[in-house]
């Protein structure tokens, strides 16, 4: 089965610190992965995509992808109280059932920026 | 840009009715929506891939005949609850992704359904 695994965590950082959340997939031929934030008791919201291999910057956030090693991590510099989340990472695959592409989701891993 | 959106927020209905929840792509066409359900502290999970103009293609265990999803346009999908039931309550949420585009999938703002 095919699987993206992440630490469920709490991550518990201080703020003003960085924050590294990690995240292995299964499918050795997935070609793009995603970063989604989700607050309690909201949907989630994209907050990085990244396609190849190496670093992929947007503001504080820093996405990194090794195709190799089946990892994607993401970086969150200067990390803020308001970034305390749970964070999702989701990759592309093909089901097994369906034989269509469609996002598989990790679990999540919460995030606690300690003011 | 690619802004989704969900009606209603939020609903509470009676055990044994149904429920119709509506997902729009409000700047851009999404030939595909699908249709995820998030338990509380659970991770998302697809219920169902619906593609316009056709058939949903439903995940193992999701029963078609119970979470009926319609894709009428390229910018409305709805998924209709059939004879609601308390285990039914659950976050329903869409994401639509653009036209020609099997990767990025933008989210609805969800939907709180409440089965008494």
């Known amino acids: 089965q095919k699987e993206v695994e992440q630490n469920s965590g709490p991550l518990s950082v201080p703020e003003g610190a960085i924050a590294s959340l990690n995240c292995t997939y299964s499918?050795?031929?997935?070609?793009?992965f995603f970063w989604y934030r989700q607050y309690s008791g909201k949907s989630p919201e994209l907050i990085m995509s990244?396609?190849?291999?190496g670093d992929k910057e947007d503001g504080r956030f820093t996405a990194q992808l090794n195709k190799a090693s089946q990892y994607v991590s993401l970086l969150i510099r200067d990390s803020q109280p308001s970034d305390s989340a749970t964070y999702l990472c989701?990759?592309?695959?093909?089901?097994?059932?369906?034989?269509?592409?469609?996002?598989?989701f990790g679990s999540g891993t919460r995030l606690q920026v300690q003011p | 840009g690619a802004v989704v959106s969900q009606h209603p927020s939020w609903v509470i209905c009676k055990s044994g009715t149904s429920v119709k929840i509506e997902c729009r792509s409000l700047?851009?066409?999404?030939?595909?929506m699908f249709w995820y359900r998030q338990f509380p502290k659970q991770s998302l999970m697809l219920m169902a891939t619906?593609?316009?103009?056709?058939?949903?293609?439903?995940e193992q265990g999701v029963e078609k005949d119970k979470f009926l999803i319609n894709h009428a346009s390229l910018t409305l999908s709805t998924l209709t609850v059939t004879s609601a039931h308390p285990e039914d309550s659950s976050f329903y949420i869409c994401?639509?992704?653009?036209?020609?585009?099997?990767?990025?999938?933008?989210f609805g703002p969800g939907t709180r359904l409440t089965v008494l």
């Open positions: 499918d050795r031929v997935s070609q793009s």
């Open positions: 990244i396609y190849s291999n």
């Open positions: 619906s593609n316009e103009g056709s058939k949903a293609t439903y």
């Open positions: 989701a990759v592309n695959m093909r089901g097994e059932d369906t034989g269509r592409r469609a996002l598989t």
């Open positions: 700047d851009f066409q999404a030939t595909t």
């Open positions: 994401s639509a992704t653009v036209a020609g585009d099997y990767n990025e999938q933008f």
